[in-house]
């Protein structure tokens, strides 16, 4: 995951070995930040945070939809 810092200031982030990481004012760095933190520093908005894995599409579900009438009566 990518971090950058917004702010003016620094900032020490919390690695997931629970080792801190100090991020420079309008700094970037790659971390792999503890899962406890991570939503507090998507929360904070003080950083643009970048994952490193593409997302994956999310599977299309195809609607079946019924038949478009034609305008001509069937006869029985």
Same mark, same amino acid.
């Given at each position: 995951?990518?971090?950058?810092?917004?702010?003016?200031?620094?900032?020490?982030?919390?690695?997931?070995?629970?080792?801190?990481?100090?991020? %420079? $004012? /309008?700094?970037?760095?790659?971390?792999?930040?503890? #899962?406890?933190? @991570?939503?507090?520093?998507?929360?904070?908005?003080?950083?643009?945070?970048?994952?490193?894995?593409?997302?994956?599409? %999310? $599977? /299309?579900?195809?609607?079946?939809?019924?038949?478009? #009438?034609?305008? @001509?009566?069937?006869?029985?």
């Amino acid at each position: 995951m990518r971090i950058t810092n917004l702010t003016n200031s620094p900032y020490d982030l919390l690695d997931a070995k629970g080792k801190t990481v100090r991020l %420079a $004012a /309008r700094g970037s760095v790659s971390i792999d930040p503890h #899962p406890q933190h @991570v939503s507090h520093y998507r929360a904070v908005g003080y950083f643009r945070i970048e994952d490193d894995a593409p997302a994956k599409p %999310a $599977a /299309r579900k195809t609607a079946t939809q019924p038949a478009a #009438p034609t305008g @001509v009566a069937e006869k029985d």
